[in-house]
C-alpha cells in the first residue's frame, strides 16, 4: 500500500492546482466580490482546454485518478466550472471526448433541473436499463435560477430518446459508479473549500473581544467537518483507483451524508456576513446543497451501497 | 497511489488466522470476548495464545530483527491488530507493549532497558498496563500528582519512592509490567517522568472498579512508599512528557477499531436479516451508513501508517483518524442498540455485545473523543487557543 500519488500524478495536481490558483478566484467588481449566486470559471476554462486537460483520463498511462485530481482541484474554486461530465463521466464511460460542456441527469430530472444544462452541448441520460448520449443542440432548454452556484436549466419536454445514442445495459452501473465518484469528488472539494475559508474568517474575526475561532464550540464542529471532508476525500481517491463500484457509493454516501453539516456550520460560523451574496462563502455551499440531493441523495447511495456490501442479504 | 496490500501483508494475516483458527477457543465469542480485553478470563487465555504468536514469530514482525522482529514495514502492525483487535483482542494488553511501550523503549530507552524488555515484548513474555490516569487528573494528565520521590536506600541503592495513586487503569490486575507516569520535579508537564515497574512491587495496591462495559476493565492502584529504581526510570528526569507526545500517535490509533466495527456490522446485518429486520429501507440504508463512516475511519488510520512507513511525522493526522474511529465504532453500536437491543443482554451473543462495550470505550479511552477535536483544531486548522 503506498497512498503518495506517483511522480507524475503529484506534477499534474500541481500544474492543475496552479491554474485554479491564477485563474480560479473571484473576479473582483470595484474590489468586492459581485453580488451573484453563481460565476462561470471562464479563464479557468480556456486554461484547462488550452492544456488539454479535459481529456487528461485518455491519455496513456493515466485514467480516473487522474481525472479525479482535475474534478477535485478544479472544484475548489469557487467559481463553476462544468469538469466531471467532461474529464470523468464522458471519457471513461464512452471512451471518447465528448462535446462539452457535458450535462448527466437521470430521466425524472430533465424537466426539473440539471447542472450545466442550460450551457451543455451533450447530455448524457441514466435510464433504467440504458444509458442515452444525445446532443443538447434542438432541445428547448430552459434556464433555471436558485440558491445552488451552478449554472441550472431544465427541458421543456423530455426529448425522444430513441434517436439517441444508447451505450447498453452494461453502461448503466458504470454511469452510476462514475457519477458517484465525480460526485463525492465535487462535494469533497467543495467541502474542504468551505472549511478553509470558514477557517481563515473565524480567525480573523473577534467577538466578545476575542477570535471566533477561539472558541471550543467552533473549534469542535469545524474539526468534525475536517475530519468528515478528509474522509469523504480518501474514500473518493480509493475510489477512483479501485474502480469498484461500492467503493464509489460509499463515498458518494459518506459525502452526501456529511455535507449538510459543513454546510449548517459554514453558514452559521460566518454569520451574518455568510448570509450575503457579496460574501464568497455561498459559492461553495449552495453548490453543496446541491450535490447532496444529486442522484437520489444519500439514502439512494446508502440502498446501492448496502446491496453491495451485503449482497446476500439483499431484499 | 495503490490501496493493495501488498503479499508479504497477506501472508502475515493469512498466518495471524491460521493461530485464531487453532488456538483461539471455540467458544470465544460466547464466553470470553463479551467480558473484554481485561477481563481476568482474557487475559489468563491470552498468556497461551501470546505464546503461540511468538513461537510463530508473529508479535512484532515490524520491529528491528536486533529487538526480535522481522525489519518488516509498519503496516504489518496494522495488519495484526486489524486481525485481533476485530476478535475482542485476544492478545490482550501484549499489544499495548507491542503498539507503543516497545517503541518508547526504543527511542528512549537504556541498552539495558532494551534489553530487558524488547525481546520479552516479542516473546509475549509480559501483559502490561499504563499508569496514567489519576482521580484528579484524567483528560488533564499534566495535573498528575503521584511522585516519584529521589531517595538513596542504603540497601537498594539509589532510586524513586512512589506515593499517589492511580485510577480508571485497565489490565493492572493481571498486568506484569506499567508503564507509569510520575512526578519528579515540579508542577505541570515538566515534571512529569515515565517509569517501568513491575506490578508485583512492594507497596503497589491494586483494587479492581466493575465497569459498564466489562468486567474488571478497570482498577485502582495505590502507591505507597513503593521503592523503584533507578533504571527503572525511561528517559530522563521530567522527560515524561515528550515521551508521552511520541507515544501517543502510536497508542491513538494502535488498536483498529474500525476493522471490529466492520466485522461487527458484518455480524449485526446477518442478524438483522435472521429477523426480518433487514427488509426495512431505513434499516439498510444506516448500516450502509456505518460500513460508510467505517470505511472512511480505516483510509484516514491507512494514511497515517503509510506516513509512519515512510518515516514522516504524522502531523494531525492521528487524531483525525481517532476521531473517525470513534464514530464509526458508534454508529456500529448504535445500530445494535436500536435495532436488535435484546442481543445485548447478558448471554445473548457475544459478538454484538463485544462490539457495544468496546464501542462505549472509544470516545474515552486513548485521550477523550474532544481532546482529539482539540488537537485537530490547534494542529490541522490551526485555530488560536480559547482564553
Known amino acids: 500500500m503506498d497512498l503518495d500519488l506517483s511522480p507524475e ?53 493515466c485514467g480516473a485518478v487522474e481525472a479525479a485530481l482535475l474534478v477535485e482541484e478544479a472544484g475548489r474554486s469557487p467559481l ?10 464522458g471519457p471513461l464511460l464512452t471512451g471518447a471526448l465528448l462535446p462539452r460542456p457535458v450535462a448527466v441527469a437521470r430521466l425524472t430530472d430533465l424537466t426539473r433541473g440539471v447542472r450545466f444544462l442550460d ?13 442515452a448520449v444525445l446532443p443538447v443542440e434542438g432541445l428547448e432548454v430552459i434556464a433555471l435560477t436558485g440558491p445552488h452556484a451552478y449554472p441550472l436549466g431544465k427541458l421543456a419536454a423530455v426529448p425522444d430518446l430513441a434517436v439517441a445514442r444508447r451505450l447498453g445495459h452494461g453502461a448503466v452501473p458504470e454511469l452510476q459508479r462514475l ?37 471550543q464550540a467552533v473549534q469542535h464542529r469545524l474539526s468534525i467537518d475536517a475530519v468528515r471532508a478528509r474522509g469523504v476525500h480518501w474514500l473518493a481517491m480509493k475510489a477512483a483507483w479501485s474502480g469498484s463500484p461500492l467503493d464509489a457509493a460509499l463515498a458518494a454516501l459518506h459525502a452526501q451524508r456529511s455535507l449538510t453539516q459543513v454546510v449548517y456550520d459554514g453558514h452559521q460560523f460566518n454569520g451574518a456576513l455568510g448570509m450575503t451574496l457579496e460574501h464568497a462563502l455561498h459559492y461553495w455551499t449552495f453548490r453543496l446543497r446541491w450535490l447532496g440531493g444529486e442522484l437520489g441523495g444519500w439514502s439512494a447511495q446508502a440502498a446501492a451501497a448496502a446491496d453491495m456490501v451485503w449482497p446476500n442479504a439483499a431484499t | 497511489m495503490d490501496f493493495a496490500w501488498n503479499p508479504s501483508d497477506e501472508a502475515y494475516r493469512a498466518e ?8 483461539l477457543p471455540g467458544d470465544w465469542w460466547d464466553n470470553y470476548a463479551p467480558h473484554g480485553p481485561s477481563s481476568p478470563v482474557v487475559m489468563e487465555n491470552a498468556r497461551g495464545f501470546n505464546a503461540e504468536l511468538a513461537r510463530r514469530d508473529l508479535v512484532v514482525r515490524h520491529w528491528p530483527r536486533d529487538y526480535g522482529g522481522q525489519d518488516a514495514d509498519a503496516w504489518k502492525q496494522i495488519v495484526i491488530s486489524e486481525e485481533m483487535w476485530s476478535l475482542g483482542e485476544p492478545r490482550s494488553s ?11 523503549i526504543m527511542k528512549f530507552g537504556t541498552e539495558a532497558q532494551k534489553q530487558k524488555y524488547l525481546r520479552a515484548i516479542a516473546e509475549a513474555k509480559f501483559l502490561w498496563c499504563q499508569g496514567f490516569s489519576e482521580p484528579e487528573a484524567g483528560t488533564d494528565l499534566g495535573n498528575m500528582k503521584t511522585r516519584a520521590d529521589p531517595i538513596e536506600d542504603p540497601v537498594k541503592g539509589y532510586g524513586y519512592t512512589v506515593n499517589g495513586s492511580k485510577v480508571w487503569t485497565s489490565y493492572a490486575g493481571r498486568a506484569d509490567i506499567m508503564f507509569l507516569l510520575a512526578r519528579v520535579g515540579g508542577k505541570g508537564k515538566g515534571g512529569v517522568s515515565c517509569f517501568l515497574v513491575p506490578t508485583d512491587t512492594p507497596g503497589i495496591d491494586i483494587r479492581p472498579i466493575r465497569g459498564v462495559h466489562s468486567e474488571w476493565d478497570f482498577h485502582e492502584v ?80 491507512y494514511l497515517v501508517i503509510d506516513g509512519r ?27 445494535a442498540a436500536i435495532w436488535l437491543p435484546d442481543l445485548l443482554v447478558d448471554g445473548a451473543d457475544g459478538h454484538v455485545r463485544s462490539q457495544f462495550n468496546s464501542a462505549i470505550t472509544s470516545g474515552i479511552a486513548a485521550g477523550a473523543a474532544e481532546v482529539q477535536l482539540n488537537m485537530v483544531s490547534g494542529r490541522h486548522l490551526e485555530l488560536p487557543r480559547g482564553a
Open chain 2, 16 to 23: 495471524l488466522r491460521e493461530v485464531v483458527a487453532d488456538h
Open chain 1, 9 to 61: 500524478q503529484a506534477a499534474l495536481r500541481d500544474a492543475i492546482a496552479r491554474i485554479v490558483a491564477d485563474t480560479g478566484d473571484i473576479p473582483r467588481e470595484g474590489g468586492v466580490v459581485p453580488a451573484r449566486t453563481w460565476i462561470a470559471a471562464e479563464a479557468m476554462e480556456r486554461a484547462f482546454e488550452a492544456g488539454g486537460f479535459f481529456g487528461i483520463a485518455l491519455e496513456p498511462g
Open chain 2, 222 to 301: 495505590f502507591f505507597t512508599d513503593a521503592f523503584v529504581p533507578a533504571d527503572a526510570l525511561l528517559g530522563e528526569e521530567g522527560n515524561g512528557w515528550a515521551i508521552v507526545q511520541t507515544i501517543i500517535h502510536y497508542e491513538r490509533i494502535g488498536a483498529a477499531r474500525y476493522e471490529k466495527a466492520a466485522r461487527g456490522l458484518d455480524h449485526l446485518v446477518e442478524r438483522l436479516r435472521e429477523r426480518g429486520l433487514w427488509e426495512d429501507p431505513v434499516c439498510r440504508a444506516e448500516c450502509a451508513n456505518a460500513k460508510a463512516m467505517v470505511e472512511a475511519a480505516r483510509l484516514l488510520t
Open chain 2, 309 to 335: 512507513a515512510k518515516d514522516r511525522d504524522p502531523g494531525a493526522d492521528t487524531y483525525l483518524a481517532r476521531y473517525a474511529m470513534i464514530e464509526a465504532d458508534h454508529a456500529v453500536a448504535n445500530l
Open chain 2, 94 to 104: 501484549l499489544y499495548l507493549g507491542a503498539n507503543w511501550a516497545g517503541p518508547a
Open chain 1, 179 to 215: 457519477w458517484r465518484l465525480a460526485l463525492a469528488l465535487e462535494a469533497a472539494a467543495a467541502m474542504q473549500a468551505t472549511i478553509d475559508f470558514t477557517t481563515e474568517y473565524v480567525k480573523q474575526r473577534q467577538v466578545f473581544s476575542r477570535p471566533v475561532g477561539s472558541f
Open chain 1, 80 to 89: 463553476a466550472l462544468e469538469c466531471a461530465g467532461s474529464a470523468l463521466i
Open chain 1, 119 to 131: 450551457q451543455a452541448r451533450t447530455l448524457v441520460v441514466l435510464l433504467d436499463d440504458d444509458v
